[in-house]
DNA sequence: GTTATTGCAAAATCTTTGCAGGGTG
DNA sequence: CACCCTGCAAAGATTTTGCAATAAC
């Protein structure tokens, strides 16, 4: 388990959530957070499974869900569900702010920022009494390569 | 089949997409199109089955499946998911421009609309060289009911 | 010691697929 | 009349559940 500042803070995140739910601290639990906070990007549960089996500690597939699920709640991870039938994940630490671009031809995705979306989250929370926690933005069309395959094929 | 200028219009666009894809023009395939623009709002495709198999014209699920697949491709439909496992969709001609809160504690799904998103969309394509054709923002949240309710349990 | 949590496998749910028959172009 | 599309049922994929064993408090 390598330290970072990061997994430390939500290392700590966890623990009182856990602490405030009346929740047991399993060792579990705490690999899979750790786990989740070493992979760069998108995750699914296959993979976060596989990648916990081989290098660190097994835990059945039932538990990480369960274990995903508490993370869900407390905000430490985000859950996308991109268009296909596979839910996929990324932590949420101090990286809430990007949204993301998805190719409907070649599924490719890619992330970007923009702090107008913050301002639009402001405003409808004040305008619908919502307590907003975080958003997802996804934009989908056609990436540069596709579009100039598309182009191509038109003009045949 | 009742008679709309709306569906009139997404009756063609499908016709012309179909016939340029060279795809063939049956029944199902429109009686399933006439369907999901006689809905107000959300559905998956349990109920579009069930609602087409008492009211009109009874399809294989499979058949339902195909023709979202064509629906979704002519942007006639838009797909959401909104955090449950199955997968719910909405029309999209002319009701492009809306998005949703989801409360995370009951579920609930509120629209709202703010034209700022669109000028993000925008700034987005530009920058990034993605044709952008749809987007899908959803804001997560407790709405005003659960939020009261927790704020009880907190004083408690 | 109690009781929540885990692991395993089976079940449930949603979606896709293969194939024979039927309908569209 | 060729062959794409449909319907059916079975298969696939992902997620959930039930229950005995285990570990946290």
Redesign the pocket.
């Known amino acids: 388990m390598k330290y970072s500042k990061e997994k430390d803070s939500v290392m700590r995140i966890f623990t009182s959530y856990?602490e405030r739910k009346?929740?047991?601290?399993?060792?579990?639990?705490f690999a899979i957070l750790d786990e989740i906070y070493s992979i760069k990007g998108h995750f699914?549960?296959?993979s976060l499974y596989e990648m916990l089996k081989t290098k660190k500690?097994?835990?059945?597939?039932?538990?990480v869900?369960?274990?995903i699920?508490l993370l869900l709640e407390c905000n430490l991870i985000k859950k996308h569900q991109f268009g296909e039938?596979?839910?996929r994940y990324e932590k949420s630490f101090e990286c809430n702010n990007h949204d993301h671009l998805i190719c409907t031809n070649c599924g490719v995705v890619v992330e970007f920022w923009n702090p107008v979306v913050k301002e639009i989250q402001e405003t409808t929370s004040a305008s619908t009494g919502f307590d907003v926690v975080y958003h997802v933005l996804y934009f989908y069309g056609l990436c540069p390569k596709c579009k100039s395959k598309k182009t191509d094929e038109t003009k045949r």
Chains 1, 2 share one sequence.
């Open positions: 856990l009346n929740y047991r601290k399993t060792r579990e639990r699914d549960v296959e500690y097994t835990v059945s597939i039932a538990t869900y369960n274990t699920e039938n596979t839910s």
